[in-house]
């Protein structure tokens, strides 16, 4: 089984910046897509972020596009979120997500395994 664990959210203020983690117990390379999911209370689960680690291919939500970043660490089997510029509107639980399978980005009912997620906080 791959476990996710997620780390680096909390308080900050909007037009600040995080860094968040999710670190895995397998290799990175028997993994097909990592991607970060995002849920606000009262709205849908949104993808925000993807990563395929076999060729590094990225893809984003438009919503963020030009102020996350994602990128991973095969030595620390770690995929890091980078979020600058932050809103009020990208306040919510983060979750990072792994498929083994074909899955397409940011298509969580795709996703065969994920973390318990970290709160973001964006104050105004």
């Known amino acids: 089984q791959v476990q996710l664990v997620e780390s680096g959210g909390g308080l900050v203020q909007a037009g600040g910046s995080l860094r968040l983690s999710c670190t895995t117990s397998?290799?990175?390379?028997?993994?097909?897509?990592m991607t970060w999911f995002r849920q606000a209370p009262g709205r849908q689960r949104e993808g925000v972020a993807c990563?395929?680690?076999?060729?590094?291919?990225?893809y984003y939500a438009e919503s963020v596009e030009g102020r996350f970043t994602i990128s991973r660490d095969d030595s620390r089997s770690t995929v890091y979120l980078d979020m600058v510029n932050l809103e009020p509107d990208d306040a919510a639980f983060y979750y990072c997500?792994?498929?083994?399978?074909?899955?397409?980005?940011?298509?969580?009912?795709?996703?065969?395994?994920w973390g318990k997620g970290t709160l973001v906080t964006v104050s105004s």
């Open positions: 990563i395929r680690p076999s060729d590094d291919s990225t």
């Open positions: 397998w290799s990175m390379f028997s993994i097909n897509l």
């Open positions: 997500a792994a498929d083994m399978g074909i899955a397409w980005c940011l298509a969580d009912g795709m996703m065969d395994y």
